[in-house]
């Protein structure tokens, strides 16, 4: 470039530029230099560096060969003598734009820049940072709480999740309880209705059998006296006795009243014994002989422990211990033994059709059975156990086994509500425990824990 380019171009520049060897011959400056140092332009012709600064020549020297043996912009710094006297400290930045030769001096492109100007655009360009820099933390800042805000929104969003899951659990659970109680108390109203449509027939039997027997007694006796009296009786009279075969009948009615007597008594047993299963009058706790609450669900069930075609008949084998009596729910307790002891007989069922205790199986030694098992733990405790000696329960079934609606039986044949009922029952109404043991293939042993008398459960 040459002075004339050079004067060309910087002309139309704002800022202060200076075309020098690198021996500091000032060769070009544009307007703004001039302005600067408060000069006319034609005064700065033939001037040096070292006539305009006040450096030592060494130091501009030293800058000049920098910059003419760097590619890069150098930055520096020159103390400029004004015409008015005062100096004036500035930036440089230097460039060369024709390298040194043998033939030719470097040439240097200087710019100049105000350092008050420079400091001033520093403190605006540091303003400036620092306003951004604010803005990038008022940001940051809203950031952090827009994400603190999702965050607790998350969180609400799960607590309202997990309060709606809890609420629909509850309400599974009520609607399941709602569907065994209604199943039960069905069945309970069925068996109290049974119990009392039997009841009074057979209480009118049994009130009359006592008179129909002393009647009978008293009709015997007078043919005893009239046989006595007249021991030669005319023919029709000996035909009859014969036809009859009196002494046979006298001897065998007695034995006929006898088991009449029996029979209706023991269909007043099972009848009390339905009412008592069903005790649909006791939703209050009372205080019962839990045997009395077994042995009606057992009777109860006892069509299904007969022998039947594809199953042998299932022995119940009791070890009652001696109980106090329990302040419990009676029928609702009743209704767990039913449960447990229901799933115990279509597990035995199963294992029966099987071929569990067939013949054919040599491996069979025992046969279907279920074991009652009652003791009083401690003076506050009592547990019944039923155990059944059917294919068992794996692992897998049992971690389940008290979830509503968990069922391995046919549809149509289990709702799987049973043992979630029973659990409930027992651990949340009656304050115990209900838990399941099992070796797969040998059977299933269900223990019941109940405290002796709930109510001082309660208050202590
Ligand atoms: N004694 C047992 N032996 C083997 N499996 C059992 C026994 N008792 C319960 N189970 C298993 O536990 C499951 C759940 O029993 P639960 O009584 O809750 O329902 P369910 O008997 O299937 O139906 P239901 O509502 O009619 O009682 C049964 O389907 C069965 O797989
Ligand atoms: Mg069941």
């Not at 827009?146 to 009520?174: C, D, G, H, M, S």
């Not at 025992?366 to 059917?390: H, S």
């Not at 086994?401 to 039986?409: A, H, N, Q, R, S």
Request: proline share 4%; with cysteine.
């Amino acid at each position: 470039m040459t002075p004339e380019q050079f004067l060309e171009l910087a002309i139309v520049l704002p800022e202060p530029l200076l075309l020098v060897t690198n021996e500091g011959q000032v060769l070009a400056t544009n307007q703004a230099v001039a302005d600067m140092l408060t000069l006319r332009r034609q005064e700065l012709q033939g001037k040096t560096l070292f006539d305009l600064a006040t450096q030592p020549a060494s130091d501009i020297i030293k800058y000049l060969q920098a910059c003419s043996t760097s590619r890069a912009m150098i930055l520096g710094s020159l103390t400029l003598r004004k015409n008015d006297g005062q100096t004036l400290i500035c930036r440089t930045q230097g460039a060369v734009i024709q390298p040194w030769s043998p033939e030719s001096s470097a040439l240097i492109l200087l710019r100049l820049e105000n350092r008050t100007l420079a400091s001033n655009n520093f403190v605006l360009l540091n303003q400036k940072i620092d306003e951004l820099g604010k803005e990038v933390q008022k940001r940051k800042q809203a950031e952090l709480e827009l994400q603190k805000a999702n965050e607790e929104l998350e969180i609400r969003v799960e607590e309202r999740t997990t309060a709606l899951q809890k609420t629909l659990n509850e309400l599974q659970l009520t609607q399941t309880q709602l569907i065994q109680a209604e199943k039960m108390s069905s069945l309970g109203q069925m068996v109290a209705g049974i119990a009392h449509e039997v009841n009074n027939p057979v209480s009118f039997i049994y009130g009359n059998l006592h008179h129909a027997h002393k009647y009978t007694q008293d009709l015997l006796k007078l043919i005893e006296i009239y046989q006595q009296i007249c021991q030669d009786p005319p023919l029709e009279i000996q035909k009859q006795i014969e036809e009859i075969d009196l002494s046979f009948l006298i001897e065998d009615i007695t034995k006929l009243f006898e088991s009449m007597t029996a029979g209706t008594q023991r269909i007043q047993e099972i009848v009390k014994s339905l009412r008592n299963f069903s005790r649909l009058d006791e939703a209050e706790l009372k205080q019962v002989n839990i045997h009395e609450g077994i042995e009606s669900t057992l009777m109860i069930l006892d069509h299904r422990l007969q022998a039947k075609h594809d199953c042998p008949e299932i022995k119940v084998i009791k070890k009652y211990g001696q109980l106090p009596n329990v302040t419990c729910y009676p029928g609702q307790l009743n209704q767990v033994f039913m449960n447990i002891l229901a799933n115990a007989i279509d597990a035995l069922e199963k294992s029966a059709v099987a071929g569990q205790w067939s013949a054919a199986n040599s491996k069979t030694t025992d046969k279907p059975q279920i074991q009652i098992t009652t003791e009083l733990i401690d003076k506050k405790w009592i547990a019944i156990t039923i155990a059944d000696n059917g294919f068992g329960i794996d692992e897998q079934v049992r971690s389940k086994l008290f979830d509503p609606f968990f069922t391995t039986k046919p549809v149509g044949k289990g709702t799987g509500l049973g043992l979630s009922i029973s659990y409930q029952i027992i651990v949340e109404k009656h304050g115990g425990q209900l838990n399941c043991f099992s070796t797969p293939g040998k059977g299933a042993e269900f223990l019941i824990k109940i405290p002796v008398n709930l109510q001082q459960l309660s208050f202590a």
